[in-house]
């Protein structure tokens, strides 16, 4: 039986790498990503109770709050933090578009747009904004984020 309390040792992989961290059982996937083990910073602790959407990241390729997830719930899943989107085209697309302010929201949006672009072929304006809902961007960015999100998501319709 598995302690409470006890540290125990599990394997995830990060943005395609194997990484074994030594975790609390109770402890979050966002402590653990931002802990001194993986130091991903990317995913922001916000309201740490999934409304707003700052500490996104894609396990198994879904949007997933990782203020909400104990890391032992993903041991042996694919995590994608921010830092791992090497250049993906909605990175683009938010320079392009101007799409952050204070800059604190974007990652988690950047998350949800990537999935985004890569679940939904051709996504419509509708389910655009159905995605974006989860997130909330307190400087109020929405129409360049909007915008931004739309390039890609609708990439094979702007061509």
């Known amino acids: 039986m598995k302690s409470l309390t006890k540290p125990e040792e599990v394997s995830l992989t990060v943005n395609g790498e194997p990484r074994d961290v030594v975790i609390y059982p109770g402890e979050t996937l966002l402590y653990t ?3 001194d083990a993986l130091g991903l910073t990317g995913a922001k602790p916000g309201c740490e109770n999934g409304d707003c959407g ?5 396990v198994d390729g879904v949007p ?3 203020c909400l997830v104990l890391t032992a719930e993903v041991e042996d899943r694919d995590i994608l933090t921010v830092e791992g989107l090497q250049e993906a085209p909605i990175q683009r697309a938010f320079i392009d578009h101007q799409a952050f302010q204070c800059g604190y929201c974007t990652s988690g ?4 747009g990537h999935a985004l672009s890569q679940d939904v072929a051709n996504a419509s304006p509708e389910r655009t904004v159905e995605w974006l809902r989860s997130n909330i961007c307190r400087c109020t960015s929405y129409q360049e984020i909007y915008d931004a ?3 890609v998501a ?3 319709t702007l061509s």
């Open 64 to 66: 997933t709050k990782s």
């Open 54 to 58: 700052a500490c996104t990241v894609l």
């Open 149 to 151: 999100v739309s390039e």
């Open 154 to 156: 609708h990439r094979d």
């Open 33 to 35: 990503l931002r802990g």
């Open 109 to 112: 949006f950047l998350m949800v």
